[in-house]
């Protein structure tokens, strides 16, 4: 990888992860190519990007089993990611208790309202899949499909990313959320996936 050194990245980001996550957290060999794919897109490695397919003016979408790593290695690419490619991270379950509170602002909040005077902010919304149609005053509202719609709007107009992490399949994703945001999502993210057995590294 021109200009950097990835072993010496890897083993930092392992560090940093034994400092966040605990002695147990270990970067497996197996992940490496996660790990690279990963580090060329927040490092904006734009060589490299073109040679391993990656869409620079997309966003990410991290799939695999539970407890694989995604979160922890969505989390550390905030570490290394140059200053324009910091993101703010979200669980999914956080967005569905927002809403639950405060109704369709929350829709507004992370779409229309996601902007700062840079720009558009990129936003890391952890776990799709987590939540369910949640009702407000009666109102039953499949909340992180209108979030998602409303930020591929703004993907078109503004380039505004978003990266996901999730366990589900596009199959599922299509019946969870509708063709129409799985249609949407082809275009906003770049696809990378673990290996459907992956150990669940939780336990």
């Keep these: 990888m021109a200009g950097y050194d990835f072993t010496w990245l890897t083993l930092q980001l392992e560090k940093y992860g034994k400092?966040?996550?605990g002695d147990h957290f270990h970067i497996h060999q197996e992940n490496h190519?996660?790990?690279r794919r990963l580090l060329v897109y927040f490092l904006e490695d734009v060589p490299q990007a073109r040679h391993l397919g990656i869409d620079l003016t997309k966003g990410i979408l991290l799939t695999g089993p539970i407890g694989c790593g995604k979160?922890?290695?969505m989390t550390l690419m905030r570490l290394a990611a140059k200053p324009e490619r910091i993101f703010t991270i979200k669980t999914i379950r956080d967005v569905s208790f927002e809403f639950i509170q405060e109704g369709y602002e929350v829709v507004h909040r992370y779409s229309k309202?996601?902007?700062n005077p840079k720009g558009p902010r990129t936003?890391?919304?952890d776990d799709?899949?987590?939540e369910q149609a949640l009702k407000y005053y009666g109102n039953e509202c499949n909340v992180m499909a209108e979030i998602l719609l409303s930020r591929y709007d703004l993907y078109i107009s503004f380039d505004m990313?978003?990266?996901l992490t999730t366990n589900l399949s596009a199959?599922?994703?299509e019946t969870m959320y509708g063709p129409r945001v799985r249609s949407r999502m082809r275009e906003m993210f770049n696809l990378i996936p673990f290996n459907e057995s992956s150990d669940d590294r939780r336990i």
């Design 171 to 173: 199959t599922e994703i």
């Design 33 to 35: 190519d996660i790990i």
């Design 113 to 115: 309202l996601s902007f």
């Design 71 to 73: 979160t922890d290695l």
């Design 123 to 125: 936003v890391f919304f």
């Design 128 to 130: 799709l899949g987590a």
């Design 161 to 163: 990313l978003t990266h």
């Design 19 to 21: 400092q966040n996550f």
